[in-house]
């Protein structure tokens, strides 16, 4: 069963100097439990690749289906229900949430997808990721990579069907990028999600069933 | 390094006020307000004293009551200067089966010395028009006297003892504020109708007053001519009146109307302070990499300090200018607008000196709000270059700008007190301001505690609201303090408000008389009360029917030394700054309650004792055993005070300051007055029955004066309400610049929620509440204590009842959590606006 498909997709956005194509007919599928790594020169159009397949920006044309859910003509709430528990994102810049701690993090992400238990899945998985120490930290009081670490457990922890993770590693030293890798390949392993990883470092890509290139739009 | 700095700054300028708008916006509503209060204060004032002169009628003026000028003091006068002589006097009209209570005055042909009364639809020269002619004397009446007696020019009207035939309308008497009769009916006749009929004469109730224009008018030779009258004629009881006394009292209102608005106009800068303050860390927020970079190169502290500062203060001193240049245009605006219901005169003008005062507090609340946050952020140390700078590592504020920061606060008291008309009652209003203000910010701290510590306890996003009023960047101390302080006020001045309108309007009818007689004469209280008897009054209950004589005297000595009215305290003042009504009664009068001393048996008859009302015994310095003058009917006499009483002046009764031990002033005879609570058909049958009987007897019903004073009220709140009104509006101004400054925040946690997979309903709920709880922390604090302020208010300083204004508090409180919660929703709806993919990318 393929968790991703993308045909022919066109994405273009407004900007100050007039319209940009940014993806200009690109086509991509991934199988269920697939790790796919996207690699490609900056300002290529991986980030638009994720947003589109996550469902986050809609495709100017082509079609797009995540999880054997067509993500063509739904409106924003129906995608966000359809990502609820089942879709996970990883940002380079982590994107916690200044005013809660660790726990209160992956906790808070648990219950808006509405999955029971969330206590006791949110402490397993920041376990899962070394952090089981830093439960009450808040991302000021933790490094780089552990914050990296937590955006990862929050991601893993609802157990969804596919992690999109675009540049997860792009701000850590190469100590703490081999640990975030290291979680996001080992638990994928034991779950059978499907990873789609943008990534510049090819170690990390390497560990990926297989690598595409992004250039300029189009993929390859 | 001076021109080095000032290129930053202009740099910087240049780019543009975005960030800048609540700044400059808060600054220009408090130096607005406060500019506008002075201006508009200034100009009234002004007016007043160049009326000053038309309204005493005269250069100087001279006052008797209960009496003419004796032929002495008159030769006396006229060898001096022109002279022109005005009773004033209650008397019943009576016309066309109406009878009720006229405000009479009775000119002689000298009258106006100064300026012309306004007359409209008769004879339009008012000698002329009062002149006896075709067998009778004639008026001048009000339009309200023409509208209540449902009267025409050429009709009848009894005033008092004379028939007279109204000739001419008066619109607006020369020495008058506004319409003529605004209060109730007035007229105008001719002080020769009122001595033939013999109405003038000694012991009757009337006040008779001399103008005069001297042959020099010179301020020394008034102040001559008022030291030779006091030197003749003080003993007499006959007061010298001033240019200024005419517009005292109304000057003193003034003065304490712009004293508490002027403090409204400074709690306006405090409020929009909090937008000042925020908005400065949010500018300098996105320059502290670029000051760390400046650092780095080598730049020192002063240039960084200078380079802002330079940029703060230009801003800072456009938002002022804005708002003084507004305020200045104020007086002008309600003049256009509102200028014809204004009774008082004004010289519209530009007047510097509340100008100069707004820019000054507005620049000092500036330094005081911004300083904080530019300290710390021109300690930024290079390092922020390597990191990003959240709440946890920002520098502390360096010493020099928590010195400046001092310095500001006490400048701002300081100023504010030392230019307001009364710097007590101001310093009084800005402690209660700053207490409230610290209160608040008190508060704020201590919801973000609680919104903390629950947090953990709630489910989703629940959790993330508290999280967001708990963590830094929390709403809590910008809406609390700056919300609270306007909410605050609101609720004092509106519970005010409701409490005197509720006194007016259902409290003083049902306990105040609804007939007040007076000039009961001193040979026919039998056959008044007899008259009342027939109308189905209980004259034998107190709650219902009262009767004593009515004199009138001045306090002219205390503890045996003459009366100095500048040591009286100003609360009381008005016991002993003109002549006041005096009875005396020797059974103690069931409501009086005495605080100290006791009432003097039934037959007393030995030397004059007086109970004296508590407060203006306290106002006096008098207690039990000591000696009060009084001068009454020219008659010099000493009393001792047996007693002090306290007095409910809202309540039914005899409500006067001194009541005097019987005896000794039965011999004077002199008329009674009366209080009775009567049913509208009784009313007006002893108003009717009095007027073939006891025709003189006036009778005042308070039904009338309850209607006016509402109405005074209801003037005066609008000012009130309106300052008010701005400093609310600051807080809300705060709000706006709290929404603009977090959105960009918020954009990336609603993205960050959507991917999630919460909807946009869900979110927008997120920020409503969000903004809710902190909206009605701010209600709930700013109620409190604007009820917590109005009790006394209410209680001591207008000794009114006090009624819980419930559905005044609710609905503000309602409407602040509402347009909160609405805040919230919007600056959610604006973060939602974008796509997701669009905030994540971006950084
Ligand atoms: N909101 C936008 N409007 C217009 N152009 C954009 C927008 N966001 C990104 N781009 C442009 O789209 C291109 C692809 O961006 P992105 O997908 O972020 O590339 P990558 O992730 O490969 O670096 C870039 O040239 C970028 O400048
Ligand atoms: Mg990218």
């Known amino acids: ?220 | 390094m001076k021109s080095l700095s000032l290129k930053i700054a202009l740099r910087e300028l240049a780019g543009g006020f975005n960030g800048f708008r609540v700044y400059l916006a808060c600054l220009c509503l408090g130096a607005f307000a406060i500019a506008a209060t002075g201006s508009v204060t200034t100009s009234f004032n002004r007016g007043l004293a160049a009326e000053q002169r038309t309204l005493l009628g005269g250069d100087i003026a001279f006052t008797v009551v209960q009496r003419r000028a004796t032929p002495d003091e008159r030769r006396w006068m006229e060898t001096r200067g022109a002279i022109s002589e005005n009773v004033t006097l209650n008397v019943m009209g009576d016309a066309g089966g109406v009878r009720r209570q006229v405000d009479l005055r009775a000119v002689d042909n000298a009258h106006p010395l100064i300026g012309a009364p306004e007359l409209s639809g008769g004879i339009d020269t008012l000698s002329k028009a009062l002149a006896f002619q075709d067998g009778a004397w004639g008026a001048a009446v009000s339009a309200t006297t023409l509208e209540q007696f449902d009267l025409e020019i050429g009709d009848k009207i009894r005033l008092g003892p004379v028939d007279f035939e109204i000739r001419t309308r008066l619109d607006r008497e020369s020495d008058g504020l506004g319409a003529a009769g605004a209060f109730g009916p007035a007229a105008t006749v001719s002080l020769g109708a009122l001595i033939e009929a013999g109405r003038l004469t000694n012991g009757q109730l009337f006040r008779a007053s001399y103008r005069m224009l001297p042959a020099s008018a010179s301020l020394a030779d008034l102040d001559a001519i008022a030291a030779d009258a006091e030197a003749a004629w003080s003993e007499n009881g006959l007061r010298v009146r001033r240019q200024e006394d005419a517009v005292d009292g109304l000057q003193n209102l003034l003065a304490m109307l712009n004293s508490f608005l002027s403090v409204i106009g400074v709690a306006a800068l405090v409020a929009g302070g909090v937008g000042v303050a925020q908005a400065t860390s949010a500018f300098l927020s996105t320059r502290v990499q670029s000051i760390a970079a400046f650092k780095a190169l080598g730049a020192n502290i002063g240039l960084i300090r200078s380079a802002y500062a330079l940029q703060l203060g230009a801003l800072a001193a456009l938002g002022a200018l804005i708002g003084v240049a507004l305020g200045a245009a104020a007086p002008f605006a309600l003049f256009a607008v509102a200028g014809d219901r204004i009774p008082l005169p004004q010289i519209l003008s530009l007047y510097p000196a509340p100008l100069v005062q707004a820019f000054a507090l507005s620049l000092i609340a500036a330094a005081l709000f911004a300083l904080p946050a530019f300290g710390r952020a021109s300690a930024t140390s290079p390092a922020a270059l390597f990191r990003s700078l959240t709440e946890v590592t920002k520098p502390p504020v360096p010493r020099l700008e928590r010195a400046l920061t001092a310095v500001a606060a006490v400048a701002l008291v300081a100023i504010a007190a030392a230019t307001s008309p009364r710097p007590l009652v101001t310093l009084m209003l800005l402690g209660g301001a700053g207490g409230a203000y610290l209160v608040l910010i008190g508060a704020a701290w201590l919801i973000r505690r609680a919104a903390r510590h629950i947090s953990p306890k709630l489910q989703g996003l629940r959790r993330i609201a508290m999280a967001n009023l708990g963590g830094p960047g929390s709403l809590a101390p910008t809406i609390a303090p700056a919300l609270g302080l306007g909410l605050a006020l609101l609720t004092l001045v509106a519970s005010v408000q409701d409490n005197l309108l509720r006194q007016v309007r259902e409290t003083a009818p049902a306990n105040i008389p609804s007939l007040v007689f007076s000039q009961i004469p001193g040979d026919a209280f039998e056959v008044f009360d007899e008259i009342l008897v027939r109308e189905g009054i209980d004259i034998t209950d107190p709650d219902i029917y009262r009767r004593a004589p009515q004199m009138i005297g001045r306090v002219i000595s205390l503890k045996g030394k003459p009366l100095v009215e500048e040591d009286v305290a100003e609360s009381e003042r008005w016991v002993v700054d003109g002549e006041i009504g005096l009875t005396y009664i020797a059974a103690k009068p069931p409501v009086a309650e005495l605080s100290e001393g006791d009432w003097w048996p039934e037959d007393y008859d030995g030397p004059l004792l007086v109970s004296v009302e508590h407060d203006a015994a306290k106002g006096l310095g008098l207690g039990v055993g000591d000696a009060i003058g009084f001068r009454i009917f020219g008659r010099e006499i000493e009393a001792k005070v047996a007693s002090l009483r306290r007095v409910d002046w809202g309540g039914f009764g005899a409500n006067t300051a001194f009541i005097l031990s019987p005896g000794m002033l039965d011999a004077a005879n002199p008329p009674h007055f009366a209080v009775a609570k009567a049913n509208a058909a009784s009313e007006r049958a002893i108003i009717k029955t009095l007027g073939e009987i006891l025709p003189d007897v006036v009778v005042f019903q308070t039904r009338t004066f309850l209607a006016v004073a509402a109405r005074l009220l209801g003037n005066i709140a609008i000012a009130v309400n309106a300052a008010s009104g701005i400093v609310t509006a600051a807080g809300l101004l705060v709000l706006i610049g709290a929404f603009a400054a977090m959105t960009h925040k918020r954009r990336s946690e609603a993205a960050l929620l959507k991917t999630f997979g919460a909807s946009k309903n869900e979110i927008l709920a997120l920020y409503a509440s969000e903004f809710a709880v902190a909206g009605a922390a701010a209600a709930f604090l700013g109620g409190v204590m604007g009820v917590g302020a109005a009790y006394p208010v209410v209680i001591n300083v207008f000794e009114a009842q006090w009624h819980f204004p419930w559905t005044t508090i609710l609905s503000i409180s309602a409407i602040a959590i509402f347009a909160a919660a609405i805040g919230g929703a919007i600056t959610g709806a604006g973060a939602l606006a974008q796509s997701p993919a669009q905030v994540l990318r971006a950084r």
Do not use: C, W
């Not at chain 1, 393929?2 to 194509?21: C, K, M, N, R």
């Not at chain 1, 991302?139 to 929050?154: I, K, M, T, Y």
């Not at chain 1, 030293?173 to 990873?195: P, Y």
């Open chain 1, 1 to 220: 069963m393929q968790a991703l498909s993308l045909e022919d997709i066109f994405l273009t956005l407004p900007s100050a100097s007039g319209p940009v194509e940014i993806l200009k007919g690109v086509d991509f599928a991934a199988d269920a439990g697939e790790t796919v790594a996207i690699v490609g020169p900056s300002g290529s159009g991986k980030s638009s690749l994720i947003s589109v397949a996550a469902g986050l920006e809609r495709a100017t044309s082509g079609a797009a289906t995540l999880l054997g859910t067509s993500l063509t003509g739904r409106s924003e709430d129906d995608l966000a229900r359809l990502r609820r528990g089942r879709v996970s994102l990883v940002f380079q810049s982590f994107h916690l949430l200044p005013t809660m701690t660790a726990f209160d993090n992956v906790r808070a992400a648990l219950e808006i997808a509405q999955i029971a238990d969330a206590d006791a899945r949110a402490r397993s998985a920041l376990d899962a990721v070394g952090l089981s120490a830093r439960l009450n930290h808040y991302p000021g009081q933790l490094s780089g990579g552990e914050q990296q670490r937590v955006a990862v457990a929050r991601a893993l922890a609802p157990g969804p069907d596919i992690i999109f993770a675009d540049e997860p590693t792009g701000d850590l030293d190469s100590v703490s990028s081999a640990g975030v890798a290291d979680l996001l390949f080992g638990n994928i392993e034991k779950t059978g999600a499907t990873l789609v990883l943008v990534t510049h470092d090819l170690e990390i890509a390497k560990r990926a069933d297989r690598t595409l290139e992004m250039r300029d739009g189009h993929l390859s």
